[in-house]
């Protein structure tokens, strides 16, 4: 399934730190993001693209330099001389300078440096220098593929290799929230401005994102991004929600208005890093459509009590609860590291990281944020 996500903006660079022994490399901090750029290139305060990983730059080579010559640029996490590089950053002048691109540059009235906005020569669009505009189209920028749905090799195996086809899908319902989670380097003020909230941290499972929801006497099946019309062409999907955990039905008998949000693993899914030897579905969140916001914990277990699927057995696993108070954001970045809890998972598999969920309601939503482990990233490549 394709994906919306933001890839490019403009950030300033919020810091930088040498690194010892390297003369030409040097650290630059762009939100929470730590990120290696060519020394004397950047003064703080500076206005960059920022790229985050996954991104894969199109076929400029101006933009990477001649060591990596004309390959498409895939961003990846990379450790360099010992420290952690995640993303990259383009200077403002190279985006405008660049000979595939005709960009019209327009500087502010008064002060004669300063550049307020870009247009593109050829389609007209204007694009203002702010902070955080998204700059992931104009510039080509596209996402590195991950293996969703595919099992070990990819191919003609995917779970969803019958359903996703177009006269089978659906759009997604618009009264439910697509699932999704921002990183915690994309909004280090969480720690902050949630100290004293107590959060309810479970792991983060890798396989495919499945909602089932019920609302106004119709109910249904949701990948990602579709509703799903025929749920039975995929053995898995239709084996673990509807013959095994008979969702829809127990979602008719309660008669709420809900959307139940969980991530189905196994052999088939994501490269199975839990080595299980059937598909499950572990639920994460319940969406209340009525009140268009997610449950607390305690709602959630509440729900799944009714429905007699009982949140200890059926959901993600539990981690921890804690406050952000006092926490770096190294802090809550380490503690993603660790091997997976799920039951029945083969011993001493990396977790891909922690989903922190706020157990209280904080200006009428639950905060959420994910952890993404680097030692996993750093695996995986
Ligand atoms: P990307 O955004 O890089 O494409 P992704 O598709 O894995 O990656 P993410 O944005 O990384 O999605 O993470 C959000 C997804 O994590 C949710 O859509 C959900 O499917 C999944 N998920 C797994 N475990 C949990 C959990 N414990 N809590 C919330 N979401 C979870
Ligand atoms: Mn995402
Ligand atoms: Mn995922």
């Known amino acids: 399934e394709e994906s919306d996500r933001v890839l490019a903006y403009f950030e300033r660079i919020k810091a930088l730190e040498p690194i010892k022994g390297a003369d030409v490399i040097e650290i630059a901090t762009v939100l929470g993001w730590r990120v290696i750029v060519k020394k004397g290139l950047y003064k703080v305060g500076d206005m960059v693209v ?28 990379i450790k360099l001389r010992g ?28 002060i004669k440096d300063e550049i307020v906005e870009l247009v593109d020569t050829n389609t007209k669009e204007v ?12 510039i080509g920028i596209t996402k590195i593929q991950d293996n969703h749905g595919r099992g070990r090799g990819g191919g003609g195996t995917s779970i969803f290799s019958k359903v996703m086809v177009k006269s089978n899908l659906l759009e997604f319902p618009s009264f439910i929230r697509k699932t999704d989670q921002t990183r915690i380097q994309n ?20 396989g495919s994102s499945i909602t089932a929801y019920h609302h106004k006497g119709v109910s249904g099946i949701c990948s990602r991004n579709y509703e799903i019309k025929n749920v039975e062409e995929s053995v898995e999907i239709n084996q673990v929600l509807l013959k095994d955990l008979n969702i829809l039905e127990r979602l008719q008998k309660l008669k709420l208005s809900i959307a ?15 080595g ?8 994460f969140d319940i969406f209340l459509i009525e009140t268009q916001r997610y449950a607390t914990h305690q709602e ?11 949140w200890e057995d059926y959901g993600v696993p539990f981690i921890c609860e804690m406050k952000l108070a006092g926490k770096k954001l190294s802090e809550i970045l380490d503690m993603a590291n660790g091997f997976s809890q799920l039951k029945g998972s083969r011993p001493k598999v990396l977790r891909e990281g922690l989903v922190f969920k706020s157990k209280s309601v904080e200006n009428n939503r639950v905060v959420t944020f994910k952890s993404i482990s680097n030692q996993y990233l750093l695996k995986k490549e």
């Open 260 to 274: 139940i949000q969980g991530e189905i693993i196994g052999p088939k899914i994501q490269g199975n890093i839990y």
């Open 50 to 77: 920022y790229c985050e990983i996954d991104s894969v730059l199109p076929k400029w080579d101006y933009f990477i330099g001649d060591r990596l010559d004309k390959c498409q640029f895939k961003i990846k996490t």
């Open 276 to 283: 299980l030897e059937k598909s499950e579905f572990r639920v």
């Open 187 to 206: 909004c280090p003020h969480y720690l902050e401005d949630f100290a004293q909230v107590q959060f309810e941290v479970t792991e983060k499972l890798e």
């Open 83 to 110: 420290e952690l590089s995640q993303g990259y950053c383009i200077p403002i002048k190279q985006l405008i300078a660049h000979p595939e691109r005709t960009v019209t540059v327009n500087y502010h009235k008064e």
């Open 127 to 138: 694009i203002p220098l702010q902070i955080g505009y998204n700059v992931t189209k104009f």
């Open 300 to 310: 959630r277990v509440d729900i799944m009590k009714q429905m007699e699927l009982p």
